[in-house]
């Protein structure tokens, strides 16, 4: 048995979402900037797919640009407020220890530029309060970027609450929100999000193509300059075929996300719970503030390099955190920020189900990890200094699923 189960890394994209990209490869193939005919063509297929996906956010047509993915999304909305911010004499961002390296990164580039950057801690069960944001904002605060769900632990943050403070605060809020948009309801309005990431990628639509939210009155700066597309503020031709297939990609996602979450979070409760006889495991992150495709435990005694390899022999294929940062020897800086000490965080294992798993697949998945921990254990001389008394234990013998 063959099962996929690292659709926080990528998905496939579905039948409906390939079908409906391919005349825009040979048949409507104009440059959306020309003029002539074929061209503007191009262009009114564009601003329609711009304007279906601002309703599924909830936002107004004009406040939705087009970017190769969420990392440059990202990218140009943190440097943008940081921008703003610098502009009012405002140096200060907020945000979170276990964010997606495209936040982080920009981040740590910024503060060679003199920004200060606060990183809130983020509690064992991996959600931040929106009363440790507010205690954070201060009068020089530019930016308070936070992520709408865990991309590695999959914990969905009371991003409505933080939004509503930053506004209070007449402060620029961004939210990444690509693990999210096809698993939680999400209004910009509603939500006083400022500006929000989006990668097609994440809900069966094609690579390398993505969305940035950005409210009215938010200035952008350019990262990628050389043309007058998206509103002169994201040079290149736009990806015509990608952006049609995100649209209708995004569009089956939302409207079918309560019948999606229904379904798996009977499949999420059935692998914690297998899972949880595991000896000596723990599931990583909220068990109900999570979004319900997401599974990520940590295991006593085995190492996560040699657990994805085993069970890839055996046709599953999962990650050990972020697809990201697969080829890092480092532990997850995730599960390090939610209190995991090293030895155990290196033994850690993200499920991600897709909307057509199954039960035969989740046992078989379940029983696959099983046999690979107990195999590895038995080889392990980490384990059996712990099974010795050599070393204490860091989780009981079973915890309670």
Known sequence: ????????????????????????????????????????????????????????????TKEIYFTSGGSEA??????SAAR??????KKHIISTAFEHHAVLHTLKELEKEGFEVTLLDVHSNGVITPEQVADAIREDTALVTVMYANNEIGTIQPIAEIGAICKEKG???????????????????????????????????????????????????????????????????????????????????IANIDANNER???????????????PYSELNGDREKRVKSNVNFCFEGVEGESLLLLLDDKGVAVSSGSACTSGSLDP????????????????????????????????????????VIEYLRSFSPFWRDLVGGKRPHVFKEYSVA
Do not use: C, W
């Open 171 to 253: 402060v620029i809020f961004h939210t990444d929100a690509v693990q999210a948009v096809s698993h939680v309801h999400i209004n910009v309005k509603e939500e006083n999000i400022d500006m929000l990431s989006i990668s097609a990628h994440k809900f069966h639509g094609p690579k390398g193509v993505g969305v940035l939210y950005v409210r009215k009155g938010v200035r952008l700066t350019n990262i990628i300059n050389g043309g007058a597309q998206e509103s002169g503020k994201r040079a290149g031709t736009e990806n015509l075929a990608g952006i049609v297939g995100m649209t209708v990609a995004l569009e089956d996602a």
């Open 1 to 60: 048995m063959f099962v996929y189960a690292d659709n926080a890394a990528t998905t496939a994209v579905s039948k409906k979402v390939l079908e409906s990209m391919i005349p825009y490869f040979s048949e409507v193939y104009g440059n959306p900037s020309s003029l002539y005919s074929v061209g503007q063509k191009a262009k009114e297929v564009l601003e329609e797919s711009r304007e279906r996906i601002a309703k599924l956010i909830g936002a107004d």
């Open 264 to 278: 798996l979070a009977k499949l999420q409760d059935k692998l914690i719970e297998g899972l949880s006889k595991i």
């Open 84 to 89: 703003i911010g610098e502009k009012q004499g």
């Open 332 to 371: 997850s800086h995730v599960l390090l920020a939610i209190g995991r000490p090293h030895e155990v965080a290196h033994g850690s294992l993200r499920i991600s189900l897709g909307e057509d798993a199954t039960e035969e697949q989740v046992q078989y998945i379940i029983d696959s990890v099983t046999e």
């Open 74 to 79: 990202d990218n140009q909305a943190i440097i």
